[in-house]
């Protein structure tokens, strides 16, 4: 079963737009290898449909991994995804294709890139979009062809980067793309590993010398590499003699990301901005341990070097956009409201058998608007503000005071689908337990001994969600306060371990703990904020205003819909008092019809 498109013409689409607005080589994207083996003697228990997430983008049904190309045209914002139309596991990928006003309600149009030239007959992979001089979408992707096909038992594959351009400008849904028989733009050369070469990024253009600009990454043994190119007229591309950036021992660099950010204000810039009162940002997503990574650093415009700053570590103790289940994240620059989004997919942890049983796996994540932190050693992230168009029945809770011990449930809504905001005052730190510097560089591991039911100092206090009355069945999103020899460290973490009780379902599936550190001083400012997004099996938290977030994937077996329940807890030895709390039920967008 695959995505099936209505029979309607544009102008319907547009009446609907409108009203919603007043492999031998090296796999890619295979996540919890654990996860993709069928064992026979595994008594298969299918998750339930109700917990198929609502207002997240995703198909009606099927496997999605990376989003690609998103990019906004005359009037509309694009998204472009790696899509199997035939199952809800990796293969048979093609770039689907969805449209909005809004980036909340979405339309499904025919897949735009589908392998069919021999330059991408064996894939048509990730890649951007990138917006030309005069106004002419253009996509890089990355294309698998066959380097010696005599012997089908033993194909060797190798990755080339192809351009795709439209057929019709004056279409804002861009329907039709036509693939260049002078394809691929940028084959494999010479100190190029043809197995390791993907993802290109948004090329980014110099007036200086009129050339633009692209990374595609790679690596070369553990060494990760952002190889350059330059091109003048976006056909034919060269490599540069040096990388743009490599760093050892990361492996190989997937899905790399390169923009400015403002040094002050909230503002997106376009990807070709450069010079005084710019940062960029380098992000790359690890193929070893299958997180992502970004520095913010100076790009050199007459050496072609990007070097991170000092306060951002260049290996996997890096910063992240999110601590949980989140990869393959794309970035644009929106135009229309000047501002730059981040795209990210967080696949399913059920097994593979749930998976296609369900018919479904995998959503990419709100889409979130970033910028720089002005302490400027890290970018915030917060979800887009039209996700508030959702906002439907509300409840709130002021100036309440949580005991140690204490389980407060919020009711008055349905919080199965819902947007949770709350800050936190803590009046007193003289109860944080002392900090194991051993964990500096791992806050999971942390988190996994210091879950939300271990009764600590200050903390661990947050919310329990999707949970039963009893509490039997919960995912805890929290923080705790410790003291170290010179500041207090602030942990958050999501801990799913008790989200699913049913022994049948739980035992096979992947529930880590999932955590990160977040950068303030509880000693000049008392409170600390965290908002929650559920929707049946994501949940989506952004702590202290967007400066650590994380992301998971959770299958309550009881906590569905309407007996889906939220609480307020407290498992410290001190007083914890919520200053606000606003939750919000939020409504079904359209998602992708067709079905």
């Given at each position: ?18 009203w ?61 995804y ?5 199952d ?29 030239k ?14 030309l ?57 010479p ?8 993802d ?11 050339h ?12 990760g ?35 400015p ?57 890096g910063?992240?956009?999110d ?20 795209w ?50 509300q ?14 449930e ?26 194991d ?10 988190c996994?001994?210091?879950?939300a039911d ?24 929290f ?33 880590p ?83």
């Open positions: 079963m695959g995505i099936t498109y209505r029979k309607i013409g544009k102008w319907m689409v547009m009446l609907v737009l409108l919603i607005s007043c492999e031998k080589t090296e796999g890619s994207h295979v996540v919890h290898m654990r996860l993709q083996e069928t064992d026979s003697n595994v008594t298969l228990a299918v998750t339930s449909p109700a917990l198929k997430a609502a207002y997240h983008f995703r198909p009606p049904n099927n496997w999605i991994n990376d989003p690609n190309g998103p990019l906004y045209y005359k009037g509309y914002y694009h998204l472009f790696q899509y199997n139309p035939k809800a596991v990796w293969g048979n990928i093609v770039w689907a294709h969805s449209v909005s006003k809004d980036l909340i309600n979405w339309i499904a149009l025919k897949p735009a890139i589908e392998p069919s021999p330059f991408d007959q064996y894939g048509c992979w990730s890649g951007s979009a990138t917006i001089l005069d106004g002419t979408p253009a996509i890089l992707y990355t294309g698998i062809i066959a380097k010696n096909d005599t012997d089908p038992n033993n194909i060797l594959w190798t990755q080339v980067q192809n351009v795709a351009y439209p057929k019709n400008l004056s279409d804002p849904f861009l329907e039709e793309w036509d693939k260049p028989d002078y394809n691929p733009v940028i084959p494999i050369g100190g190029v590993n043809g197995t390791a070469f993907r290109p990024t948004t090329a980014w253009y110099s007036p200086e010398d009129k633009w600009r692209v990374v595609v990454g790679s690596k070369w043994d553990l060494k590499q952002a190889l350059l190119y330059r091109s003048k007229d976006f056909k034919k591309w060269v490599k540069a003699s040096h990388t743009l950036h490599a760093t050892r021992g990361t492996g190989m660099w997937e899905c790399p990301d390169f923009y950010v403002s040094v002050k204000g909230l503002l997106g810039l376009d990807t070709s901005v450069k010079g005084k009162g710019v940062k960029h940002v380098l992000k790359v997503s690890l193929d070893l341990d299958r997180y992502e990574y970004y520095t913010i650093g100076t790009y050199d415009i007459t050496r072609d070097r990007y070097t991170p700053d000092g306060t951002s570590k260049d290996n996997k103790h910063l992240r956009y601590y949980g289940n989140f990869y393959a994240s794309k970035t644009f620059y929106d135009p229309e409201k000047k501002r730059r989004i981040l990210g997919w967080a696949n399913e942890t059920d097994t593979v058998p749930e998976d296609k049983n369900k018919r479904w796996a995998g959503v990419q994540l709100i889409p979130r608007t970033v910028w720089l932190d002005p302490s400027g050693k890290q970018l915030l992230q917060w979800p887009v503000e039209e996700l508030n168009s959702l906002r439907g029945k409840v709130s809770v002021t100036s309440k005071k949580v005991k140690p011990g204490d389980h407060l919020v009711g008055g809504i349905q919080t199965a689908q819902a947007d949770v905001e709350v800050t936190f005052d803590v009046s007193s730190l003289s109860n944080a337990e002392p900090f510097p051993k964990y500096m560089y791992d806050a999971q591991a942390f996994k001994i210091k879950g271990v009764k600590g100092g200050v903390g661990p206090f947050g919310l329990y969600v999707l949970a039963t009355a009893d509490l039997q069945e919960k995912t805890a999103v923080f705790r306060v410790f003291k170290s020899e010179d500041k207090h460290v602030v942990l958050m973490c999501n801990d799913p371990t008790q989200s699913t009780l049913a022994p049948s379902l739980a035992e096979n599936k992947y529930k703990t999932f955590a990160g550190y977040v950068d303030v001083d509880l000693t000049k400012s008392s409170s600390i904020s965290l908002k929650t997004l559920l929707d049946h099996s994501v949940v989506e938290s952004f702590g202290a205003g967007g400066k650590t977030v994380i992301s998971s994937r959770v299958y309550p077996t009881l906590a569905q819909g309407d007996n889906a329940r939220l609480f307020i807890f407290n498992n410290g030895a001190v007083d914890i008092k919520v200053t606000k709390l606003d939750a919000w039920e939020l409504k079904k967008p359209l998602m992708n019809i067709g079905a």
